[in-house]
């Protein structure tokens, strides 16, 4: 079209190049209908298969969370007032207080009406999502950082376990927690475990520059990050 209208060609060819660029232009830059085929791929078969190509990473991330925790409740356990030193001694004693006033029935934070549960939902959803985004970016700066906020998260566990041990109310706050704990708390492992990779790509590259050894890294590491992320939304 722009080689016939600077050769001053035969009007009628410059329309009809004109309309088959108009058609072209439609079809090339067309917007592209949402598939849900890669998708529910993913989260059939691609999600788990990224977790076990990287079961080290989580692994390692599951085990600082873990191992943090169980050492906070021990420490608690045998010795109740290192709970203000392990944690923010304002929600220890806030949650010293609460324990005193559950009557025998732990309900914890669960105490707002069934109609505010949307809203509730959101808050939670949002709140779990921004901090397995915040593990991941922090792994991925080196790994150290990444490491702290799991423990960080074990250590606020551990304690809390202790407390409630402490106070009889161990099955009725675990009870509560597990049914959604488990995926929150796995999801949190995975995208921790996603940074981690990146981050030890970078600390440890091998024979590939730190560029190359990085990218290679990227693929698994954002998927776990993305597999997180609906973990946190179911």
Sequence with gaps: LAQARAAGEDPSLLVYLNALATRAHGQVYAAKKMALRPLIRFVATGF????????????AAAAVFLLTTAASWLAVVRSPELAYSLFDERIVEYENLRLEKQEGEYRGNFTFDVSESPLVAVQIIG????????????????????????????????????????GGYAVGFYSLILTHGVLELSAICISAAGGLRLGWALLAPGRLARADAFKAASGDAFGLLAGAVLMLLV
């Design 48 to 59: 788990p298969r990224v977790v076990r190509r990287n079961w080290k990473a989580v692994g």
């Design 127 to 166: 709140n779990n999502v921004r901090v397995a985004i915040l593990a991941f970016a922090l792994g991925a700066a080196g790994c150290v950082l990444g490491v702290l906020l799991l423990a960080f998260n074990g250590r606020m566990l551990g304690t809390l376990s202790g407390l409630v041990w402490n």
